[in-house]
């Protein structure tokens, strides 16, 4: 029986967020996917600082500087 190798690879590449969900892109395809109100900081922050993100750690994280906010990519599969 043949057996599908897949590499996972839990690194971001891409974040988007709306008025109620963060979703994050890995490398390997998965997207995860977190409420706002999960994270305070963000949901309390306006559209213009929640779009001034950046990885942190080669896609081990995310970075917001005008709140001072990081989130792991290992919390968010630990959430999920």
């Known amino acids: 029986m ?4 897949i ?4 690194t971001a590449i891409d974040v988007r967020l709306d008025d ?10 998965r997207e995860l996917a ?5 994270f305070p900081r963000l949901r309390d922050a306006n559209q213009q600082q929640r779009q001034n993100w950046r990885l942190i750690g080669r896609g081990q994280g995310i970075h917001w500087p005008d ?3 990081d989130i792991s990519v290992s919390s968010l599969l ?3």
């Open 20 to 29: 109620s969900m963060l979703r994050v892109s890995l490398a390997d395809g």
């Open 78 to 80: 630990r959430l999920s």
């Open 67 to 69: 709140m001072d906010e």
């Open 34 to 38: 977190a409420p706002l109100e999960w």
């Open 7 to 10: 590499r996972l690879d839990p």
């Open 2 to 5: 043949p057996t599908l190798a």
